[in-house]
């Protein structure tokens, strides 16, 4: 079973404009959550992070929601430029820590066009 | 970015012959990860280690090992490869303790197994 899920395999937006990007997980117990950048033959870079006290953490054109209830969470980038064309993975651990392993989604395509 | 280099960066192999895939860092970091990465199924760790000679199994460890006789180094062997193993690998390295659990990447080995 999935715990962390990306259900959107793609999505695409017009620059200057908002992405979001969703994320569901399943397991209560996740507690801290990252989000992570991968273009093209180069390894993940983190790109936010977001703790369970908090429902939201901005980074520049960068905010994570995190809605516990729902199991949900979401990254915002605004406003959308050609650059951050790449995929986006979600991941969750429980707790935050070195030793705390992390699971990801499936990753989204984010295509932002001219 | 992270000192972190992998090799071979690129393979291709036959099945049943063995594999071995190497991570050096120069961060000296304690936590070291091996992960692959296939379509559909987003990053999955395959063993991790905590320390020198300490390592411990992922989600999907079955058909691999993995020894880390040196802080820097962390080897990922394939004993008799198969087509199913065919991945994107990924070697990561976390701080120690305190950290907020951020994962630094390598580049990828891309693994093909005829």
């Known amino acids: 079973d999935q715990q962390v899920k990306q259900n959107s395999p793609s999505l695409s937006v017009q620059e200057g404009r908002i992405s979001i990007l969703n994320c569901d997980y399943t397991?209560?117990?996740?507690?801290?959550f990252l989000w992570y950048k991968k273009y093209p033959a180069e390894g993940p870079t983190f790109l936010i992070s977001i703790s369970s006290i908090k429902d939201k953490n901005e980074d520049g054109r960068f905010t994570v929601f995190l809605n516990k209830s729902a199991k949900h969470l979401s990254l915002h980038i605004v406003p959308s430029q050609p650059g951050d064309s790449a995929v986006y993975f979600c991941?969750?651990?429980?707790?935050?820590?070195?030793?705390?392993?992390?699971?990801f989604g499936k990753g989204i395509t984010l295509s932002v066009r001219p | 970015d992270a000192g972190i280099t992998q090799s071979p960066r690129h393979k291709v192999t036959e099945t049943g012959t063995p594999v071995t895939l190497r991570c050096h860092q120069t961060e000296n970091h304690r936590y070291m990860y091996w992960y692959r990465q296939d379509p559909g199924h987003g990053l999955r760790l395959i063993h991790y280690s905590y320390g020198v000679k300490d390592t411990d199994k992922g989600e999907v460890s079955d058909g691999y090992s993995v020894s880390r006789s040196k802080t820097e180094d962390f080897l990922l062997t394939l004993e008799s490869a198969t087509s199913s193993q065919t991945s994107v690998y990924f070697c990561?390295?976390?701080?120690?303790?305190?950290?907020?659990?951020?994962?630094?990447f390598g580049e990828g080995s891309r693994l093909t197994v005829l």
């Open positions: 990561a390295i976390s701080e120690g303790q305190g950290d907020t659990g951020e994962l630094f």
């Open positions: 397991n209560s117990m996740f507690d801290y």
């Open positions: 991941a969750a651990s429980e707790g935050a820590g070195a030793n705390s392993k992390l699971t």
